[in-house]
């Protein structure tokens, strides 16, 4: 994640709420390497049929942990101190158990964060999440054009139920945010988007950019973003990150290179900006993913790099200092041209290592979608 206001502004609402405070000069401790936050992906079902989905959701995974094995996840995240649990799938709320594991995961101490399409949050659902003490709701929503929106995650009426779900939240007193899935086809509503966002009280937003797994492996390259796309894009969330500091956060995620644009722009390319990049983490370094089936992987979209799985061994083992270190030290393994030759991948570790490999056959290649090259020659 890059949390532009935290660069742009020195601000912060649900990212302090969670972390405390931190900043340029003073970045966070909240998770390190061996005591991530975890992504769990608890259930492959899902009611939405989402162009890009990086688990390929629908049915509900065959090896599904039972409820039972899923306690001892969450025993085994207590274990080694995992700060956060954020519940997604597939759609999370699909789960029967998910409220007890819910629970269970919160009595251990864990922050309990949900992802979600937000298209079955009902004012009980609602209610429900507020009891258990969520210290955040995330939402998906692509566009604030309902035809987009359903195109996109594949189901006529999903914005409606969404934006629905988004309210009840809201109204329950959660702190909300919204997922933004950035690719060409909508890049240029930003604008537009965020004023959206404000007016329905949500607290984030957070701008995931395109990455290429699961089902987004067959999207073409029109999917994509050009260089002068993102460009106005990124110059486009630096103004709302200062226009809206302290009422809205922006972040963003899935493209450190967002942070060297900043660090490079606002920060005149200063050590301290470029630092405060390289301790915002991602996959495998803050953060990791577990699956349906109890695999574990750097983060969610890196499917292709399993480092255990959590019916065979126990996190702790899994979570080896030399497991993580291609994501942790990703700089040291980097070949493809460009990535491997710029003078900023100790801070950005390459971008996005799914991108590489789905986009260039090379989990170690170039991410094609770094646009620093053409807009710093």
């Given at each position: 994640?890059?949390?532009?206001?935290?660069?742009?502004?020195?601000?912060?609402?649900?990212?302090?709420?969670?972390?405390?405070?931190?900043?340029?000069?003073?970045?966070?401790?909240?998770?390190?390497?061996?005591?991530?936050?975890?992504?769990?992906?608890?259930?492959?079902?899902?009611?939405?049929?989402?162009?890009?989905?990086?688990?390929?959701?629908?049915?509900?995974?065959?090896?599904?942990?039972?409820?039972?094995?899923?306690?001892?996840?969450?025993?085994?995240?207590?274990?080694?101190?995992?700060?956060?649990?954020?519940?997604?799938?597939?759609?999370?709320?699909?789960?029967?158990?998910?409220?007890?594991?819910?629970?269970?995961?919160?009595?251990?101490?864990?922050?309990?964060?949900?992802?979600?399409?937000?298209?079955?949050?009902?004012?009980?659902?609602?209610?429900?999440?507020?009891?258990?003490?969520?210290?955040?709701?995330?939402?998906?929503?692509?566009?604030?054009?309902?035809?987009?929106?359903?195109?996109?995650?594949?189901?006529?009426?999903?914005?409606?139920?969404?934006?629905?779900?988004?309210?009840?939240?809201?109204?329950?007193?959660?702190?909300?945010?919204?997922?933004?899935?950035?690719?060409?086809?909508?890049?240029?509503?930003?604008?537009?988007?965020?004023?959206?966002?404000?007016?329905?009280?949500?607290?984030?937003?957070?701008?995931?950019?395109?990455?290429?797994?699961?089902?987004?492996?067959?999207?073409?390259?029109?999917?994509?973003?050009?260089?002068?796309?993102?460009?106005?894009?990124?110059?486009?969330?630096?103004?709302?990150?200062?226009?809206?500091?302290?009422?809205?956060?922006?972040?963003?995620?899935?493209?450190?290179?967002?942070?060297?644009?900043?660090?490079?722009?606002?920060?005149?390319?200063?050590?301290?900006?470029?630092?405060?990049?390289?301790?915002?983490?991602?996959?495998?370094?803050?953060?990791?993913?577990?699956?349906?089936?109890?695999?574990?992987?750097?983060?969610?979209f890196i499917d292709f790099y399993k480092l255990g799985n959590v019916r065979r061994q126990r996190l702790r083992d899994v979570l080896r200092p030399e497991a993580v270190a291609p994501f942790v030290e990703t700089e040291k393994y980097l070949r493809g041209p460009k990535c491997s030759a710029c003078p900023y991948k100790q801070y950005c570790k390459g971008g996005d290592r799914a991108r590489a490999y789905y986009l260039t056959g090379d989990m170690f290649g170039d991410d094609p979608l770094c646009p620093i090259p053409a807009l710093f020659?």
């Amino acid at each position: 994640m890059i949390p532009i206001s935290v660069m742009v502004a020195d601000s912060g609402t649900t990212s302090f709420k969670i972390k405390g405070r931190y900043g340029v000069g003073r970045p966070s401790g909240f998770a390190a390497p061996l005591r991530p936050a975890v992504t769990w992906n608890i259930t492959r079902r899902c009611n939405l049929k989402c162009l890009h989905c990086y688990i390929n959701a629908g049915e509900p995974d065959a090896y599904e942990l039972t409820t039972e094995e899923a306690r001892d996840v969450v025993d085994q995240m207590a274990e080694v101190g995992v700060p956060m649990v954020i519940f997604s799938g597939g759609e999370p709320l699909l789960r029967r158990d998910f409220f007890d594991l819910a629970a269970y995961a919160g009595g251990k101490g864990i922050k309990l964060v949900l992802s979600s399409n937000g298209t079955l949050i009902t004012k009980d659902v609602a209610k429900r999440l507020r009891d258990l003490g969520f210290y955040y709701v995330g939402i998906s929503l692509d566009s604030i054009e309902p035809g987009f929106h359903d195109e996109f995650r594949g189901v006529r009426g999903a914005f409606a139920a969404t934006v629905a779900g988004i309210r009840n939240a809201v109204d329950a007193g959660l702190d909300v945010g919204l997922r933004f899935t950035v690719t060409a086809k909508n890049i240029e509503e930003i604008p537009q988007y965020v004023d959206f966002a404000v007016s329905l009280g949500v607290r984030r937003i957070t701008f995931y950019h395109l990455s290429a797994a699961g089902r987004a492996q067959r999207l073409d390259k029109s999917w994509y973003y050009t260089p002068a796309q993102y460009k106005a894009f990124i110059s486009a969330l630096i103004e709302y990150a200062k226009k809206y500091a302290g009422k809205i956060e922006i972040e963003t995620t899935l493209a450190p290179f967002d942070g060297i644009y900043i660090a490079l722009t606002l920060g005149k390319g200063s050590e301290e900006y470029l630092k405060f990049v390289e301790s915002a983490g991602g996959c495998g370094r803050k953060m990791i993913s577990i699956y349906p089936n109890g695999d574990v992987y750097p983060c969610q979209f890196i499917d292709f790099y399993k480092l255990g799985n959590v019916r065979r061994q126990r996190l702790r083992d899994v979570l080896r200092p030399e497991a993580v270190a291609p994501f942790v030290e990703t700089e040291k393994y980097l070949r493809g041209p460009k990535c491997s030759a710029c003078p900023y991948k100790q801070y950005c570790k390459g971008g996005d290592r799914a991108r590489a490999y789905y986009l260039t056959g090379d989990m170690f290649g170039d991410d094609p979608l770094c646009p620093i090259p053409a807009l710093f020659k």
